[in-house]
């Protein structure tokens, strides 16, 4: 059985490290206090774990080649759950918030 490859686990970490510690995208969630809302439902902080895990790519050996647009998508999608008057640009494609397994 195949594991995730050590840059993929290091890009989930940091990512879930920014997330929990107000520091992911901090010019697009500047003076967004989104750690309230992101825990108030578990489906919240599903959805951003699952636009970050569709966005981001590997190349063939395993390494991460856009940590940094993936956590800038869900970024986007956090601004706009806190902040219904943020417009996401570009929209978001459906394969960005499509949910994994069953």
Not at 12 to 39: C, H, I, S
Not at 46 to 55: A, G, H, K, L, W
Request: net charge negative.
């Amino acid at each position: 059985m195949a594991q995730l490859s050590e840059d993929v686990r290091a890009s989930l970490r940091f990512f879930a490290f920014y997330l929990a510690n107000g520091t992911l995208d901090m010019e697009l969630l500047d003076g967004v206090d989104y750690k309230p809302a992101l825990m108030e439902f578990g489906s919240t902080l599903e959805m951003v774990f699952t636009i970050y895990t569709n966005v981001l790519e590997v190349d063939e050996t395993g390494r991460v080649i856009n940590d940094g647009d993936a956590q800038i998508r869900a970024a986007q999608w956090i601004r706009h759950y806190c902040d219904p008057s943020y417009v996401v640009d570009p929209p978001f494609q459906p394969w960005e918030t499509e949910l994994a397994g069953p």
